[in-house]
């Protein structure tokens, strides 16, 4: 196995012909079982790329924008950068690393409906015109921090009101008002953005969605603002059935409020899509618990407890999505770990900090496991990982970055070469 790193902590790992991802991770848990056992992730480059292709496949016409609140990992800024994608930035530290990879301050996009006049100073600072908006007050904020912005406003959605409790964006009729206040401040807008919900399963909710972005365009061509960016949010989960599902729903809409003829520049926030697939957490057992229906009862030997696992990360690190309404859906077992035939019991699993929030997983059948087993969860890519600190405090775990040589050849000819756009990486030996 081939390799490259950027500085001694990020290591590019190339899978060599008949190498899986998962002799990967059993490399990884082998080296940890050495050492401190200490929970790690192993983020599939390859599959973040397959992610890429796959949307300009299907929405050739739709420019992503990557939130980088998703997963704020150095090399998937760099990759992303390399592949010609925007950035949607919440606050100061996500804006530094994203122009630390000099990505031109016209890709970048300030979102946050109530940001903080510091953070608008300093996306002016720093050349970055556009800021989302939604109210009077931040209207206001911008029109004295940021003159020179250009403004997209945030309109809520029928899918964003009943998914949450507190509604973001606003209504056609407030659009309007921040309109003629905006004219009035001299402050430019230039298009419209909205979300709708990775959860909403209703692919029609873009059909409002769209009829209200059109009304607004035309609210501010009356006014003679220059609208020309549509936004179309992040609601793509990571299957492709779910993204040719809202690319058949929305690409007659688009055709018929948005022609192409228009000028105007769509584009969406794809960062669950990008990212949900790529990231696989391993995490250790150290701790166990059996706990029987009937504590009050003599034991059988028909009686069967359930298991409560206790893990080395949790809520408040890598599973911080938890909080928020992610779903985590059940860890498997490493090969090496299961025998055949092996009997499974219910189980629940539990971050270390003995906090009754810190249930990741509330029912899920295991085999019965031992303090210093490993349990390795897929689909964590849209979990954060290498972004803000955990809510804990602790350190993250270590990444490490893989890619398939065809998945690494694909790259190179697709125009991305370290030499040239990953500039912070360089060739080293390394081996599984």
């Known amino acids: 196995m081939k390799g490259f790193v950027d500085a001694p902590n990020y290591i590019i790992e190339v899978i060599e012909e008949g190498k899986t991802l998962d002799d990967v991770v059993d490399n990884h ?15 599939n480059l390859g599959a973040l790329m397959r992610q890429h292709v796959l949307w300009r496949t299907t929405n050739p016409l739709i420019r992503p924008f990557y939130p980088v609140s998703c997963n704020g990992s150095p090399v ?49 600072k720093n050349g970055i015109n556009y800021l989302v908006c939604e109210n009077e007050v931040e209207l206001r904020k911008i029109a004295r921090a940021h003159p020179e912005a250009k403004l997209l406003l945030q309109v809520f959605t029928e899918a964003q009101v009943e998914e949450a409790s507190v509604t973001i964006g606003c209504s056609l009729k407030g659009c309007k008002h921040l309109l003629e206040m905006a004219k009035e401040l001299s402050v430019d807008v230039v298009g419209v953005t909205f979300q709708v919900p990775v959860s909403c399963r209703d692919p029609q909710a873009y059909t409002h969605a769209l009829s209200d972005a059109r009304c607004i365009f035309d609210m501010g061509k009356e006014l003679g603002f220059d609208m020309k960016i549509l936004d179309i949010g992040g609601g793509f989960s990571g299957t492709e059935f779910q993204l040719k599902q809202i690319h058949s729903n929305v690409r007659p809409l688009l055709e018929a409020y948005f022609p192409y003829v228009s000028g105007v520049n769509v584009i969406a926030e794809p960062g669950h899509f990008y990212m949900f697939s790529s990231f696989t957490l391993a995490v ?93 969860f897929s689909n964590m890519g849209a979990s954060s990982q290498e972004g803000p600190a955990t809510l804990s405090g602790t350190d993250q775990p270590p990444v490490y970055y893989t890619i398939s040589t065809d998945d690494w050849f694909k790259m190179q000819e697709a125009g991305i070469s370290l030499d040239d756009t990953m500039k912070n990486f360089s060739l080293v030996q390394y081996g599984l």
Do not use: R
């Not at 848990?29 to 983020?43: G, H, M, P, R, S």
């Not at 300030?110 to 510091?118: E, F, N, P, R, T």
């Open 29 to 43: 848990i082998y080296e940890q079982n050495l050492a401190e056992k200490n929970a790690f992730v192993v983020a």
């Open 76 to 124: 998937v800024i760099e990759l992303l950068s390399a592949l010609g994608v925007g950035f949607v930035c919440a606050n100061k530290a996500e804006t530094n690393l994203v122009l630390d990879h000099d990505v031109p301050p016209e890709n970048i996009i300030l979102s946050g409906v109530c940001k903080q006049l510091s953070l608008i100073k300093h996306a002016a």
């Open 284 to 376: 250790n057992v150290i701790g166990k618990k059996a706990v029987y229906q009937d504590l009050h009862d003599e034991l059988t030997l028909n009686d069967e407890p359930e298991f409560l696992y206790y893990m080395n990360d949790g809520v408040y690190g890598s599973f911080v999505g938890k909080l928020f309404g992610n779903i985590i859906t059940a860890p498997s077992v490493p090969k090496m770990s299961l025998t055949l035939d092996e009997p499974v019991f219910p189980s629940s699993l539990w971050g270390p900090s003995c906090d009754a929030l810190d249930q990741v997983v509330e029912h899920c059948l295991l085999p019965e496991l031992s303090v210093g087993d490993w349990l390795i």
